[in-house]
Nanobody, 121 residues
């Protein structure tokens, strides 16, 4: 069984910083793309950032220059460093990983349960 567990959410003032972590565990052969999504109250889930196994990254326009995604392949962990946070960044942040549980399997998406980030004074 595969689990993705996020941590690092919380309450922060506008302009502040937070670092989210997500560790994948269980029977995993390889992880392809890892990503962070977020869902604000009353809105659809949106893609925030992605990182490939080789380290290539992409970002939503709304977070470019403020957020940095990174990963530790040896630890099956992905991070999201969030700086200059704004109230509109308030959301539940979800970790996503495309991974294989055995060599002959195609990559499948797995999700964490989410961690709440609240940006407020």
């Amino acid at each position: 069984q595969v689990q993705l567990v996020e941590s690092g959410g919380g309450l922060v003032q506008p302009g502040g910083s937070l670092r989210l972590s997500c560790a994948a565990s269980g029977s995993i052969v390889s992880i392809n793309v890892m990503a962070w999504y977020r869902q604000a109250p009353g809105k659809e889930r949106e893609l925030v950032a992605t990182v490939t196994r080789g380290g290539s990254t992409s970002y939503a326009d709304s977070v470019k220059g403020r957020f940095t995604i990174s990963r530790d392949n040896a630890r099956n962990t992905v991070y999201l460093q969030m700086n200059s946070l704004k109230p509109e960044d308030t959301a539940v942040y979800y970790c996503n990983a495309d991974l294989k549980r055995w060599a002959s399997e195609n990559n499948k998406p797995y999700w964490g349960k989410g961690t709440l980030v609240t940006v407020s004074s």
